[in-house]
């Protein structure tokens, strides 16, 4: 059987003890690979906290962790003492985004791994219990996915992939319409033109996320444009199975700048060549829908495209087939 009796430097178990408290660095973040890697390497699979008359487990534990992560949580070791070869006592301060506490304990160790570890102070381990008690409700969802989203962009280009992508469908609801300056945004739209100052090197910081009732928050972010002006996003966002399925801006100006800046001085010029080259197909003569004609379609039209004329909605397939019979 193994013993619980620790026959390795100490130096091994405070090293993996330290790289747990930096995952802590005061920028909000998911539980991935990393993450887990490092909270399994301090923790023992059965690892318990004694809280009262009951105990958290590890994988209770790791959901409050999972929950600080994602806020702008930072953590210091203010003590970390070997009282044996088995036995030691810490104390860790955690504070950030209306979170300032203090774990102070003692624990066992096995295998180089907090075992049972005791709470000399059980508020503090209470207190972040009840804190991330709604970890798995909608709002909760959506202020992490929130978080996740903006964390994205941190002023260097980068190009949207799978990951990205992923965390832009977390936040976004397939429902999601905003309406700036007359201009109708649904979660395609959006997202290209998300696309578009992810690769311009948009700066993000996320200021605050404060809940209001069970379907709406209120939340602030500063966007730093590369080469522009700072645009504050203050909004309230409504949730809609923990993703945002719209937003009403307190300063609806900001938002219509951020909007200029999504889509930017090069699309509109890219929209007026497209919108040439298109009707220059219709130079007089007869031709029929080729591969020339549809590329020219298609690089002018978004497959949302939607237009009222006389009550009548027109789409890219109808304009489409107009261009057909008229080509």
Not at 5 to 26: C, H, K, M, P
Request: aromatic share 12%; with cysteine; glycine share 6%.
């Amino acid at each position: 059987p193994e013993s619980s009796v620790r026959t390795a430097d100490n130096s091994y178990f405070e090293s993996n003890f330290q790289a747990w408290i930096e995952l802590f660095d005061g920028t909000a973040k998911e539980f991935g690979e990393l993450e887990e890697m490092t909270f399994d390497d301090l923790f023992h699979d059965d690892a318990s906290i004694a809280t009262g008359a009951t105990r958290l487990s590890k994988s209770d534990w790791q959901k409050v962790i999972t929950c600080l992560l994602t806020k702008n949580v930072k953590a210091e070791i203010v003590k970390l003492e070997f009282l044996d070869d088995s036995q030691v006592e810490y104390q860790v301060h955690f504070v950030g985004d209306g979170i300032d506490q203090l774990l102070h304990s003692t624990a066992s160790i096995k295998s180089d791994k907090l075992l049972n570890v005791t709470p000399i102070d059980e508020t503090a381990y209470l207190d972040l219990s009840r804190i991330s008690a709604d970890e798995n409700s909608m709002m909760a969802k959506f202020e992490a996915s929130m978080r996740a989203y903006f964390g994205m962009f941190k002023g260097k280009p980068f190009e949207f992939g799978p990951e990205e992508i992923q965390k832009y469908g977390n936040l976004f609801h397939d429902g999601y319409v905003v309406d700036l300056g007359g201009v109708t945004h649904t979660k395609l739209s959006w997202m290209e033109a998300a696309k578009g100052v992810a690769k311009r090197g948009l700066k993000a910081d996320f200021k605050f996320f404060k809940v209001i009732d069970e379907f709406h928050a209120e939340y602030k972010v500063e966007l730093t444009p590369k080469g522009a002006d700072k645009i504050v996003a203050h909004s309230v966002g409504t949730q809609k199975d923990g993703k945002i399925i719209t937003s009403k801006p307190f300063k609806p100006e900001e938002y219509n700048n951020l909007a200029k800046e999504m889509m930017g001085a090069k699309s509109v010029r890219s929209c007026e060549q497209n919108l040439k080259a298109f009707y220059e197909l219709f130079d007089g003569t007869s031709w029929r829908i080729g591969v020339k004609e549809r590329r020219c379609f298609n690089n002018l039209y978004h497959d949302d495209f939607r237009s009222e004329i006389d009550g009548v909605i027109q789409t890219k397939s109808s304009v489409l087939n107009e261009a057909k019979k008229n080509g």
